[in-house]
């Protein structure tokens, strides 16, 4: 690897940040999770290298950053996901509603919790 010219590394790690951007689109995380080790190490070798065109970097850059937005996106929505499941987990537990003078009042649901301990 260290014969490998900037070009060579750079559209190695092109190839990786394109495949990479399309495991994001579909939510292939086991893609995502083999391509990050190469990609790491290919920006290693891109950090050590001083004969970089200033263009090549900006795109390899541009690209970086396209993929770390769509990442974020993907896991606001895995945090929103669970967000979801844990409000609905704590519906199905029990339900909070206000008497007749304001006062929060919580309905244990008992049948849930039979059923959950039995499963």
Do not use: C
């Not at 950053?65 to 409000?87: D, F, H, K, P, W």
């Not at 919790?113 to 039995?118: D, F, N, P, W, Y």
Request: aromatic letters at 0%; charged letters at 30%; a neutral charge.
């Amino acid at each position: 690897m260290a014969t490998e010219s900037a070009q060579d590394l750079v559209g190695a790690l092109e190839d990786i940040l394109e495949t990479e951007r399309a495991a994001l689109l579909k939510g292939d995380v086991d893609a995502m999770t083999r391509l990050a080790e190469n990609k790491e190490r290919l920006i290693d070798l891109l950090n050590a290298r001083t004969d970089l065109p200033h263009t090549e970097l900006i795109r390899l850059h541009d690209k970086i950053t396209r993929n770390q937005s769509l990442m974020n996106s993907a896991l606001e929505g895995i945090r929103a996901v669970a967000a979801r499941m844990s409000e609905m987990r704590q519906v199905r537990q029990a339900l909070h509603t206000y008497d007749r003078s304001g006062s929060i009042r919580k309905i244990i649901n008992d049948a849930a919790r039979q059923i959950e301990k039995r499963a």
